[in-house]
């Protein structure tokens, strides 16, 4: 029990395993939340206000415009957000067991 | 092909635009694939070469890889036959890849399995474990191939109207399966990346000229009111939106017997969520809750199970690295996203312009409307109508070569390599391999043309939906805690994984046989629209019921978590900056060593 252990036992360690995946996780859920309230708040929309989303807009129902078309848009922005903080996450995971000890092996 | 062996009495109504234009397509592929074949020798190559792909190709080979026959003729039909729920199957065909990307792309592309099965046996040390999960290669690819054969099927008795529908499933499914046993079309990235670009050509020219003519996709939506129409009518409609009020003409013709009406179509829990509990004879009003119930499930299975896909998981490995892994993800949602706003504009085009293909069943019925819809153009005289048709084949052809070519060569890896090399023959030189593989292409290839000769009555979309609905209860669980719950065991994942696959895999097999009118349950689904609709979509049990399998079992036989759970999980999640992965290679082959 080392005051400061090498990087090579922090890897290791049962915390560092513990907070990478706590972290990443983390992100995943988000934005999967994100994603599955649109995905699964459609059809109850559907289901309890079914006037309002057949309220059309430029020929569309409003359920379809956002079905058929304002859709992948939304995911994009969603994968955008997701992929920007993760490679975030990774390199500071990466720098903060490298701040240790500089020479750590490639 | 070998067109020059048919009757001359078969060219008779055929149309010599559309099929000059397949007959490209099909030669170019095949050229293309024999090309590369021989660049490109073994499996390390095609891997190695990956490698050395850019974001941007790579992306265009994963889409054009992922863009089957489902996508490019089955949601057509089913937004043209079933309306608005339709819908659902574009939009989760897509948004099921951001359920990959967020939980499994990244830790399976660390761990370095090339397969499933790979991943099953390295993360378990169980190479029990990775038959099990060739085996639901095999069920997976099985249900995957029917619908690539009914494309096939239809687009070829619409080349030649006199050619019966199991002729050309015959026929296609003979020329790629020769082709894939000589060594032709592997999985090569330059000819899936060339049928990306040709799909989204075919999908997009013939949809923007129809809406230049025709009139716009929202203004096609927006006649679909619930006016009567007499005869071949121009409705007009008026743009309420923004305060313009300019009219718009829009034509439109009657539709037939069998139609769905127009507020059924255009509305959510439409005709197909609604099929059981309206031959259940329940009301309007009583089926709404089964309609919320089957969308549910649809969504689960078909997000869950895109997620699951033996065959696209294989791509992520020719990236370079972790962060071109994730670029081409983005790219591959917005080159599938871009491509899947296309196809219903198609069925709602149909609807309104060649209503006459709902009185027609099997291929002659509306999976074949991307196909027939661009001659309508011919009315106004001249062959353009005829030469869009041609494009529109091209690319099912395209499209159905490419996915079932991709099928093929993964079953029949996991036939000679798993079962053959691994499991009968473990001594056998690679001679006798190479024999087996393609012994097992022609097996495999055959009994893919069986099974696509049986399902001209079902609809392509429904069939790849239960091809998801398997693998959603399958290998999706598996990834998903694999990656995420270190306290999995190898027999907790084989009980969920069998449990889930197989209730999903029973379930389907049950549908098809009773819509197939094999099995007569129609008296029984009558009295319970509930089990109907729990069989027909079952991912809204299974998927849990799978999950619950892992984690119980799992809990039970805690004693058996590999030792090396850490590194493991470490391997999986750690920046591959930090090089865990060689330490894990180096330190696993010097203590167990098998």
């Not at chain 2, 991943?119 to 169980?126: H, K, N, P, Q, V």
Request: proline letters at 5%; one cysteine or more; charged letters at 10%.
């Amino acid at each position: 029990m080392s005051p400061s252990p090498s990087p090579q036992e922090r890897v290791h360690s049962e915390e560092f395993l513990h907070t990478l995946m706590r972290r990443q996780l983390k992100l995943s859920v988000i934005c999967a939340t994100t994603f599955l309230v649109v995905l699964l708040g459609l059809p109850l929309a559907n289901y309890w206000a079914p006037a309002l989303m057949a309220t059309r807009i430029a020929g569309f129902t409003l359920s379809w415009l956002i079905l058929g078309v304002l859709f992948f848009p939304a995911v994009w922005a969603i994968s955008w957000y997701f992929i920007r903080r993760s490679i975030w996450l990774e390199n500071d995971e990466v720098a903060q067991v490298q701040a240790v000890q500089p020479e750590v092996k490639q | 092909m070998s067109t020059p062996a048919l009757p001359l009495a078969l060219f008779a109504g055929v149309d010599p635009w559309i099929f000059a234009c397949s007959f490209v397509t099909v030669i170019i592929t095949i050229w293309m694939g024999f090309r590369s074949a021989r660049t490109s020798k073994t499996a390390s190559d095609f891997f190695v070469a990956g490698r050395s792909v850019s974001v941007g190709w790579n992306a265009s080979a994963i889409s054009g890889e992922y863009l089957s026959a489902a996508s490019f003729m089955g949601v057509a039909g089913m937004v043209m036959s079933s309306g608005y729920d339709a819908l659902w199957y574009p939009v989760c065909y897509a948004c099921g890849y951001l359920f990959l990307l967020l939980f499994i792309a990244g830790p399976l592309r660390r761990f370095g399995a090339y397969t499933i099965p790979d991943f099953a046996e390295g993360r378990y040390d169980s190479p029990v474990f990775r038959k099990i999960a060739v085996c639901f290669v095999l069920f997976i690819g099985f249900f995957y191939t029917m619908p690539q054969m009914k494309g096939a099927g239809t687009t070829l008795a619409y080349i030649f109207p006199g050619l019966p529908y199991w002729v050309g499933v015959v026929l296609v499914g003979a020329v790629i399966t020769l082709n894939v046993a000589l060594g032709g079309m592997k999985g090569i990235t330059l000819v899936q990346a060339v049928q990306y670009w040709i799909k989204l050509f075919a999908i997009c020219v013939p949809i923007f000229v129809l809406m230049s003519v025709y009139g716009f996709y929202g203004r096609h939506v927006e006649v679909n009111d619930g006016r009567s129409i007499a005869s071949s009518v121009v409705v007009n409609a008026t743009s309420a939106a923004g305060g313009r009020d300019a009219a718009v003409t829009i034509l439109r013709k009657p539709l037939g017997e069998k139609a769905p009406s127009d507020l059924a179509w255009v509305s959510p829990f439409g005709p197909l969520t609604t099929k059981a509990a309206k031959t259940a004879g329940l009301t309007a009003e009583q089926a709404r809750p089964y309609s919320l119930l089957y969308t549910y499930s649809l969504i689960i299975a078909l997000v869950c199970g895109t997620a699951g896909l033996p065959h696209i998981l294989v791509r992520f490995y020719t990236n370079p690295d972790g962060v071109a892994a994730k670029k081409t993800t983005m790219w591959v949602m917005i080159l599938i996203g871009v491509f899947y706003v296309f196809p219903p504009i198609f069925g709602v085009l149909g609807r309104d312009l060649l209503p006459e293909l709902y009185a027609a069943t099997g291929a002659k019925g509306t999976d074949k409307i991307v196909l027939e819809l661009p001659r309508v153009l011919n009315e106004h005289g001249g062959v353009w109508g005829s030469v869009l048709s041609g494009i529109t084949c091209a690319g099912a052809f395209a499209a159905f070569m490419s996915t079932f070519s991709g099928l093929l060569v993964s079953m029949t890896g996991a036939l000679a390599h798993d079962v053959y090399g691994r499991m009968l023959r473990p001594k056998s030189s690679a001679a006798e391999r190479m024999f087996a593989f393609k012994v097992s292409a022609v097996v495999i290839g055959a009994i893919a043309i069986g099974l696509g000769a049986q399902v001209e009555q079902l609809q392509i979309n429904f069939m790849v939906g239960q091809a998801f609905a398997i693998a959603a209860a399958s290998y999706f669980p598996l990834l998903f805690m694999s990656v995420w719950w270190r306290g999995m065991t190898m027999q907790g994942a084989a009980t969920g994984m069998l449990g889930g696959g197989l209730a999903a895999l029973a379930c389907t097999t049950i549908i098809n046989l009773s819509d197939l009118k094999i099995v007569d349950l129609a008296a029984f689904w009558k009295v319970n629209p509930l089990l109907r609709i729990l069989c027909e979509q079952p991912a809204i049990w299974t998927v849990p019921l799978a999950i619950g399998l892992m984690i119980g079992v799992s809990k039970l036989t805690a004693a058996t978590i590999p030792s090396d759970i850490r590194m493991k999980m470490l391997v999986l999640h750690a920046p591959e900056k930090l090089g865990l992965k060689q330490e894990y290679i180096q330190e696993h082959s010097a203590g167990a060593g098998h």
